[in-house]
């Protein structure tokens, strides 16, 4: 282990409370009661880790250890099923986003064509647009096609963000492979092999990490929910703890909410870190 | 085994012309170099005899056959690429194996033609190794290997030796010759080293913006050279050239004075050109020397050279031997032996001076 410089220390240090205080923050309140989280000034662990808050939320009663009972939530059904929606849009906007986005990235890394520039730009363009700027237009177009409060809908929604953005990154990711296709002709593999078994496989970082984009997009995908799907039975799981906002205040359940929110991505992040690393190589062969 | 002929060959994109009319027989089982500056159209020729690029005008045959429009394995040819370009993911074997994807042989054969390409360019102990295992030119041999495992009609390599350091380049050259004259398959070779290309080619091919300026034997392009871009492209050091006229058969430039009378030249603008090896250093006054101010001097261990600018800032290279001193501002003379020198006109040919006077 090389010896590391204070300055360095110092900036990593700063660097990890920055981003990890508030989960440390909203983790603690996820184990306490109301009398805890108002207490001040505020306890930095709670005093005993209490899980009645995670049973709450899936609509079961607690008994405290004290022999009260605390409550089932009132938004348990709306979690439950935000859950179980939340875990279907994530996995079909991951899925359709690769399927569409590698051969599109490729495409446009490594072939030419007519209007290759101007189509680029189109995909770039729609990079650019924050997709707030679109929802008026798409809640009017949904309402005539029936597609609000839809799953579907809610999955078009995503892909009209995670397509062009993952498309915009693996574009530099296809380029810096090497020139295979030219071995590959010589071989005479065809287009479609060379890409599906000579590219893929020198490209499974960057698809790797293009799909974990897409599923963090459509996991944590909060705006187009709360306006198209919040309160409909195709809630997703960030639209529906919303509701702890509003119609049922309660702290200790939010908070508990967002550590189960918080968990597949992180596990997603961690099983996937290697190729995450390897993103930042320039050369992603060696 | 092919004769390769390209007939009239155009390759244009767009508006750019990457090679024009371009007439080239390649003998059955010669080396043919080709050799010029980048952008001159080699690499787009190599393509285009390969299959990865289709000419836009003219034909393509091999042993008399059509394959204008045969994509790369109809044509039966190997190829080793820039920096030795091989499947990254793929152990050796299997980069090796690839080659042989379209023919009809049977896996024991296969593993037999394998075994043999390996141990003719000893990389036995590497067939289960991934090309980022390898040193540079372990990865050249492999590149090699996947080429000759096929058995080609010829053998295409475009400057595969260019990404690595001198002493493995020096290696490999006269390894790679000798790999091809025992198997005796035609080869192209594509690069813009003239010392590669005057040490492997049976034959040089010297292209320049997309034309091709003379074909021949390396000595053939070193002491006949065609054109002045030929004769200042090959050679180290380069050739000097003198800028002049012809003027009643006599040629002038500066206090250099030639008599070219009876060999009927026309007057007019002429650059003289002459190599290193044939002018001899003198004193800056002595007649029909070039007066110039040194510049530099080179020491090469054998033999140094000497650079000078002459009035109007061209330099000139002599060879001296390696005693020689000079510093760097002397004055001194450069003076071009007469039966050395090449005439090139206006247009950049050489005009033919004969020996001795008509």
Not at chain 1, 163 to 186: C, D, H, K, Q, S
Not at chain 2, 92 to 120: F, T
Not at chain 2, 246 to 252: A, D, K, L, R
Not at chain 2, 259 to 288: E, K, M, Y
Request: one cysteine or more; glycine letters at 8%.
């Amino acid at each position: 282990m090389t010896k590391r410089r204070p300055n360095f220390v110092i900036a990593m240090t700063v660097l990890i409370i920055w981003s990890l205080l508030p989960i440390l923050w909203f983790v603690r309140m996820a184990f306490m009661n109301h009398a805890e989280i108002a207490n001040f000034p505020p306890h930095i662990f709670p005093s005993s880790f209490n899980l009645s808050s995670f049973v709450n939320i899936f609509g079961y009663d607690y008994k405290l250890a004290d022999g009260s009972i605390s409550a089932a939530s009132g938004q348990a059904g709306q979690i439950e099923l935000g859950l179980q929606n939340s875990i279907i849009v994530s996995a079909a906007v991951t899925l359709i986003t690769i399927i569409i986005v590698v051969p599109l990235a490729y495409v446009f890394a490594r072939l030419d064509f007519r209007f290759k520039n101007v189509l680029l730009n189109a995909v770039l363009l729609a990079v650019a647009i924050p997709p707030v700027s679109t929802l008026i237009p798409f809640y009017t177009l949904y309402v005539q096609l029936g597609l609000v409060g839809t799953l579907p809908g809610l999955i078009i929604i995503d892909l009209t963000t995670t397509v062009p953005f993952v498309t915009w990154m693996l574009i530099g990711y296809f380029r810096n492979l090497p020139p295979i296709e030219r071995l590959a002709r010589i071989d005479g593999f065809s287009r479609l092999h060379t890409l599906l078994f000579l590219i893929l496989p020198l490209a499974r970082s960057g698809v790797a990490v293009s799909a974990i984009i897409a599923f963090l997009f459509a996991w944590n995908e909060f705006t187009f929910a709360l306006v198209l799907v919040n309160g409909t039975p195709a809630t997703t799981l960030p639209a529906a703890i919303s509701g702890f906002l509003g119609q049922d205040p309660n702290p200790a359940q939010l908070a508990a909410c967002i550590l189960i929110t918080i968990i597949p991505p992180a596990l997603v992040a961690f099983f996937l870190q290697r190729h995450l690393a390897e993103m930042n190589i320039a050369d992603p062969v060696r | 085994m092919a004769k390769i002929e390209l007939r009239q060959i155009r390759k244009s994109y767009d508006r750019y012309v990457a090679v024009e009319n371009l007439d080239l027989d390649i003998i059955d089982g010669e080396f043919l170099v080709m050799l010029g500056p980048s952008g001159c159209g080699k690499t787009t020729t190599l393509n285009m005899i390969a299959g990865l690029d289709y000419p836009s005008q003219g034909q393509i045959l091999f042993d008399g056959r059509d394959v204008t429009a045969e994509p790369p394995h109809g044509r039966n040819v190997a190829m080793v690429f820039q920096s030795s370009l091989l499947y990254p993911h793929l152990t050796v074997r299997k980069n090796i194996e690839a080659s042989l994807r379209h023919s009809k042989l049977s896996k024991a054969e296969r593993a037999q033609r394998i075994a043999d390409a390996a141990r003719m360019l000893e990389l036995e102990p590497m067939l289960d190794k991934l090309p980022s295992q390898m040193s540079g030119g372990q990865r050249q041999r492999a590149a090699t290997a996947k080429a000759i495992v096929r058995e080609p009609a010829c053998f295409l390599l475009d400057e595969p030796l260019s990404a690595l350091d001198a002493a493995l380049r020096l290696s490999l050259r006269s390894e790679l010759v000798n790999l091809q004259k025992r198997l005796g398959t035609t080869a192209v070779f594509v690069t813009h080293d003239q010392v590669e290309a005057m040490t492997m080619g049976d034959r040089i091919a010297v292209m320049s913006k997309g034309n091709l300026e003379q074909i021949g034997t390396p000595d053939e392009i070193y002491n006949q050279p065609a054109s002045l871009f030929v004769a200042t492209f090959l050679g180290s050091p380069p050739m000097n050239v003198v800028a002049g006229a012809i003027s009643n058969g006599v040629f002038h430039a500066g206090p250099v004075a030639i008599d070219l009378a009876g060999r009927g030249i026309p007057n007019g603008p002429v650059s003289l050109g002459v190599r290193p090896q044939h002018v001899t250093v003198t004193a800056p006054d002595a007649p029909g020397a070039i007066p110039v101010t040194v510049y530099a001097l080179e020491h090469l261990g054998r033999e140094s050279v000497v650079i000078g600018d002459d009035a109007t800032g061209n330099k000139l290279r002599a060879l001296v031997d390696p005693g020689f001193h000079a510093r760097i501002g002397d004055r001194l003379g450069i003076a071009p032996e007469a039966g050395a020198c090449f005439f090139f006109g206006a247009d950049g040919r050489r005009i033919a001076v004969s020996s001795s006077p008509a």
